[in-house]
């Protein structure tokens, strides 16, 4: 098998078009034709090595290959070289700390990573084993995030998947960032963070933070962001996949987050057309469910996921957030009204959905208060209209006293972030399932009926 791959490696071909990130390889014989996902080099004429992936095969020997770099400066008739292998990345503990590009190449101006262990990140998913016990027969091991209204509503169970959901600026990358920070200070787990196509400044701000608040040495980073063209925006999931495949194989407690999942798909959409593709009906590509299907049923076993998913035009509807939607264990949908009215995290329980809240899952008396805490909302969103139009006043003593209990509700479920200390002037709190179920039972109860609704706004559980 080495002697095949070594006599594959020197196989060569020419650059015989270049438009945008896709080019065209073409090759002396069939024989010679590298394979689907198979990672040709090539060098511009200012040296820059280019690596590219092949995505279709043409007529005429030609490979059609997915640039992860910039073509500047490539050239027609360039010599192109098949490495014989799909794209491989190190995997090993020496990432931990670290964030690497969609080739497992350090971008963070540390040094270069020195890994013994290689793994490719194109699998067939039916292959794609579940170590460290799947979850299938087994009980259901509820994870505390120490945020009131995730550990309440949609309680995040080990080896599930959970989505945060929402348009631009409704808080999604906070959220995230806040759950990475409890979860990796609280449980003694690994995490993987991947960054897709998102703002390179994010990137930033969330490495200075992690390294602030000391749980750098508990997460891999792999990047592939907004300024780089679509082929790595596509990949770089896959490799923050194949980083959590290599933990979930050492035994530990894996955390997969990724920001953001629309925009894997929007790559997705950006290759399919430059690859001269029909699109659907709707615009997007007409691979768009296998491709987020592919990405999903690699994500098996211990491996926790939580993917942010941006909404065009806060349309839920999207073809593109559908896709995602169906793979989802939990949804929660980050209202745009609920963040104009200052109520982080802004998530609007009665549109949000959790397969895991469930009493065999959670508990009886953690699933009746969560269900006495939607009736509630249920309620007061239609007296909300009544309100609106003829006051307070006029409620009748029972619906008034609902009314006021859900206001409090609403306040008691906002929360002060620790990462987002700086911009609140308010210290983080991290909250306990039991004192949550305690303070909530308290308010639904009625023993707070006395006590003024701005008491329960951004504060952590009732004293």
Do not use: W
Not at 280 to 290: A, I
Not at 316 to 338: H, K, Q
């Amino acid at each position: 098998m080495t002697e095949e791959v070594a006599e594959k490696t020197l196989i060569k071909g020419r650059v015989v078009a270049v438009q945008g990130p896709v080019v065209d390889v073409k090759f002396e014989t069939v024989e010679q034709m590298p394979d689907m996902h198979e990672t040709i080099e090539v060098t511009t004429f200012d040296k820059k090595l280019i690596t590219l992936l092949v995505a279709e095969h043409l007529e005429g020997n030609i490979a059609r290959c997915v640039s992860l770099a910039s073509t500047l400066n490539l050239q027609r008739n360039a010599v192109a070289t098949a490495s014989g292998h799909t794209l491989q990345i190190p995997v090993g503990d020496e990432l931990f700390g670290r964030i690497v590009n969609v080739m497992g190449k350090p971008i963070d101006g540390g040094g270069p990573i020195e890994c013994e262990q290689v793994s490719p990140i194109h699998k067939d998913t039916s292959k794609v084993e579940m170590s460290m016990g799947g979850l299938t027969g087994a009980k259901a091991e509820v994870v505390e995030t120490g945020i009131k209204i995730v550990d309440l509503l949609f309680p995040v169970v080990r080896g599930s998947k959970t989505g945060i959901i929402g348009g631009a600026g409704c808080g999604k990358t906070v959220l995230i960032m806040e759950l990475i920070h409890n979860i990796v200070e609280e449980h003694d787990g690994a995490c993987v963070f991947a960054g897709i196509g998102e703002r390179i400044r994010e990137g930033n701000e969330l490495y200075y933070e992690f390294e602030q608040a000391g749980i750098l040495g508990k997460i891999m980073m792999a990047f592939g962001q907004m300024d780089e063209p679509p082929g790595a925006r596509f990949n770089v999931i896959l490799t923050g996949i194949t980083l959590a495949e290599y933990l979930q194989s050492t035994g530990r407690e894996v955390l997969l987050f990724m920001d953001n999942v629309f925009r894997f798909v929007q790559a997705g959409a950006e290759i399919s057309t430059l690859l001269g593709r029909t699109p659907s009906e709707t615009g997007y590509q007409p691979t768009l469910s296998s491709e987020v299907g592919d990405v999903h049923e690699r994500i098996k076993g211990s491996v926790s996921a939580f993917e942010a998913v941006y909404v065009p035009a806060d349309d839920t509807t999207d073809p593109a957030v559908v896709a995602i939607f169906s793979y989802l264990d939990a949804v929660m949908v980050l209202s745009r009204e609920r963040t104009q009215l200052g109520l982080y995290p802004g998530i609007d329980c009665l549109t949000s959905s959790c397969s895991n809240l469930n009493a065999s899952i959670v508990g009886q008396r953690h699933f009746d208060l969560s269900q006495e805490v939607l009736r509630i909302f249920t309620k007061y969103d239609e007296l909300r209209r009544i309100v609106a139009v003829i006051g307070i006043d006029e409620l009748s003593k029972a619906d008034r006293v609902l009314y006021e209990r859900a206001r409090k509700m609403q306040n008691f479920l906002t929360q002060p972030m620790f990462v987002a200390e700086s911009f609140t002037g308010r210290s983080g709190q991290y909250v306990k399932v039991g004192n949550t179920l305690d303070s909530v039972e308290k308010i639904v109860d009625g023993r707070m009926d006395d006590r003024p609704e701005e008491e329960f706004y951004m504060i952590g559980a009732i004293e």
